[in-house]
């Protein structure tokens, strides 16, 4: 079983940024492929960043493609989502996800972690 804790969301004005945290236990950190999700109200989740074990390799939804940047600390058992620019329509729950395989392969990857909020005003 893998835990997963996010910190670091909150509420920014629009063209300001934020640095997401995903700190992992319950399994060898490198064997995880990570990702971030979020979750608008009334919206589907959708996967935003994701990186893959070793982090020589990201992958991003086309809207954040240039303002966030997906990064990951093995040495420290974390994942980070820094974001800038950001832009009313991040408005979103963001959740830290974990799975054995690529991350944005998955629809549902295996782990979550609970959720932090990101309100971006205009």
């Known amino acids: 079983q893998v835990q997963l804790v996010e910190s670091g969301g909150g509420l920014v004005q629009a063209g300001g940024s934020l640095r997401l945290s995903c700190a992992a236990s319950?399994?060898?950190?490198?064997?995880?492929?990570m990702g971030w999700f979020r979750q608008a109200p009334g919206k589907e989740r959708e996967f935003v960043a994701g990186?893959?074990?070793?982090?020589?390799?990201?992958n991003y939804v086309d809207s954040v493609k240039g303002r966030f940047t997906i990064s990951r600390d093995n040495a420290k058992n974390t994942v980070y989502l820094q974001m800038n620019s950001l832009k009313p329509e991040d408005t979103a729950v963001y959740y830290c996800?974990?799975?054995?395989?690529?991350?944005?392969?998955?629809?549902?990857?295996?782990?979550w972690g609970q959720g932090t909020q990101v309100t971006v005003s205009p």
């Open positions: 319950g399994r060898t950190f490198s064997s995880l492929s």
């Open positions: 990186i893959t074990w070793g982090g020589t390799h990201t």
């Open positions: 996800a974990a799975d054995s395989s690529l991350i944005w392969s998955k629809l549902r990857p295996d782990y």
